[in-house]
């Protein structure tokens, strides 16, 4: 089955610092990955997507991601922290046996300290 | 503001009764798509349209659930017989075809459905 895991149901993350999210994934296949932030009282927002290409991928807001096809993961990166950045974290990974379903991970509270 | 738009924002209804949630996607998108979301989980997709028809529907879509878009731009969500389970954010998105092939959606913020 198809299946994406966030294994850190927060993380906390002093202003200034890098910054982290992971994601594993398993789908056969090539995997369509994604990275979504969701505010407070907001929306979600889409942040970036690895299709195919360079392993590392830019996004919005200072935010990158790599893709380790060995690992099987995605993490979320970004190279110094702003409190702005708090907020919840989806990662997810088109559904190969639909053209249009998302398959989300349950998400990660990250929250940056001043 | 050109973004999507969900009506209401929240809902409080009793077991039971029937509930109906509206949303308005982007103009020009011709993909729309209903999640439902609980707390601390992922979105959950439910259904989705491209232009009126409905071409895909959720498992987790019971048979009290029903989703159209008649003409194509705006969607109803409607809830029949609402349990306590079915207390959750609805969210919708929409896409234009190209990018919704690859998955970036624009979501809006949302209708919280509580069933008392």
């Known amino acids: 089955a198809q299946s994406v895991a966030q294994p850190e149901d927060q993380v906390n993350v002093a202003e200034g610092n890098p910054l982290t999210v992971k994601c594993t994934y398993s789908v056969s296949g090539n995997p369509y990955l994604f990275w979504y932030v969701q505010y407070p009282n907001r929306g979600l927002q889409f942040l970036l997507k690895y299709i195919t290409g360079d392993n590392l991928v830019k996004g919005s807001y200072g935010f990158e991601a790599e893709f380790n096809k060995s690992q099987t993961s995605f993490h979320l990166k970004k190279p110094s922290a702003l409190v702005s950045d708090s907020a919840l974290y989806f990662c997810?990974?088109?559904?190969?046996?639909?053209?249009?379903?998302?398959?989300w991970g349950a998400g990660t509270k990250l929250i940056i300290k001043p | 503001d050109t973004g999507v738009s969900q009506d209401p924002r929240h809902k409080i209804t009793k077991r039971g009764q029937n509930v109906t949630f509206r949303c308005d996607p982007i103009?020009?998108?011709?993909?729309l798509y209903w999640y439902r979301q609980t707390l601390g989980q992922g979105p959950e997709f439910l259904t989705y349209f491209q232009n009126e028809a409905q071409l895909e529907k959720s498992r987790l879509l019971s048979d009290r659930f029903s989703a159209e878009r008649p003409k194509g731009s705006f969607s109803t969500l409607e809830i029949q017989r609402t349990e306590q389970g079915d207390s959750a954010m609805y969210l919708c998105?929409?896409?234009?075809?190209?990018?919704?092939?690859?998955?970036?959606?624009?979501f809006g913020e949302g209708s919280r459905l509580t069933v008392l």
């Open positions: 997810a990974v088109r559904d190969m046996d639909s053209n249009y379903q998302l398959i």
């Open positions: 998105a929409s896409s234009p075809s190209e990018a919704g092939n690859t998955g970036e959606l624009f």
């Open positions: 103009s020009e998108h011709n993909r």
